[in-house]
């Protein structure tokens, strides 16, 4: 109550002032109370972590605000992987499980599509869980599906990581998907040398595809007119996640903890680090305000690890 009697004395104080005094302090009380509104909108995010999700790899965010995440479990133990709802409050909600190891995500209307192992997954919101392509649906013999996009054509891609050879992943591939869920190959490492275990991918430059590759490192932009490769960076160690906000592109690096950043502005730019000090980052994404990266960390060396943060953009 003491606040409101010293703000009664004030305003009556004005009362007994000249016009022109009344005038300039009303003013300057708006003056005030704007710059007070415009430095609590200007106050920056803050970080959200949320653990207890055991090996999480993907995250995907929707138009709507919706941020969805695909949760392993345990690697190679079939049906404890999880797709899961999170929110920046730390909350989350399985929307389907029984899955083997999910990982890219791509969300199409009510559909969320999911690489599971050796097939692409459809699941709806209700949990419905049904299998959509298999080993049979490819032209060739795959190993390890990883990621999902797709471009303005309603084309999906996903890539195939290889198979492990002395240490590195090798042999990888990526594959297009047409409407009628036609699969055919796009590029390899006959196309450019640089692709050897393609994992992020990302389409949201018209008429092509952006490739990272977890083996080289190097980020790679395909024309899908000629399948044509151009290197556009490199030195991103583990290649793994790819999303795009406002003219920047963000690469997460696996193996060396990092995220990066590449502004498309004009070519020739240099990548900066925007965040290090993860412990296995995977399949980025960034919320639908733009506010915040989504960070899924695997944590693999962790039986039980595993853990997304919300990062916010500066």
């Known amino acids: 109550m003491q606040d409101i009697d010293l703000y009664r004395t004030f305003f009556n104080s004005l009362r007994n002032t000249n016009p022109v005094t009344q005038t300039i302090l009303k003013k300057s009380l708006i003056v005030l109370g704007r710059m007070a509104c415009f430095f609590f909108l200007a106050l920056p995010a803050k970080a959200v972590t949320i653990d207890g999700i ?16 695909s949760e392993i479990g345990q690697v190679g133990k079939k049906g404890d992987g999880r797709i899961l709802e999170i929110f920046t409050s730390g909350e989350k909600k399985v929307i389907a499980s029984g899955l083997n190891d999910p990982k890219g995500l791509l ?41 999902l996009t797709i471009d303005r054509n309603t084309i ?56 990272a590759d977890f083996t080289t490192g190097v980020l790679s932009r395909i024309r899908l007119r000629d399948f044509s490769v151009e290197k556009m960076a490199e030195g991103f160690g583990g290649g793994d996640g790819l999303a795009f906000s406002g003219t920047k592109l963000y690469i997460s690096d696996w193996k060396g903890g990092k995220i990066w950043s590449l502004d498309l502005t004009s070519p020739g730019q240099t990548p900066e680090i925007v965040k290090e000090g993860f412990t296995n980052p995977a399949d980025i994404d960034v919320t639908s305000d733009g506010k915040f990266l989504v960070v899924p960390e695997m944590m693999k060396a962790t039986k039980q690890g595993g853990r997304v943060s919300f990062i916010p953009i500066k």
């Open 107 to 147: 969300v199409e209307g009510n559909t969320i599509y999911v690489t599971d192992i050796d097939e692409i997954k459809k699941v709806s919101m209700d949990g419905k869980v049904s299998s959509w392509l298999g080993p049979k649906n490819f032209p060739r013999k795959i190993s390890f599906l990883n990621d």
């Open 54 to 69: 055991i090996h999480p790899e993907s995250a995907f965010t929707t138009r709507d605000g919706r941020v969805f995440l």
């Open 156 to 211: 999906i891609y996903v890539s195939d990581s290889g198979k492990v050879v002395r240490g590195e992943r090798r042999g990888g591939a990526v594959y297009r998907i047409s409407s009628t869920g036609k699969i055919s190959l796009l590029v390899d490492s006959a196309n450019d040398s640089d692709i050897q275990a393609p994992n992020g991918l990302l389409a949201f430059q018209r008429g092509h595809l952006m490739v």
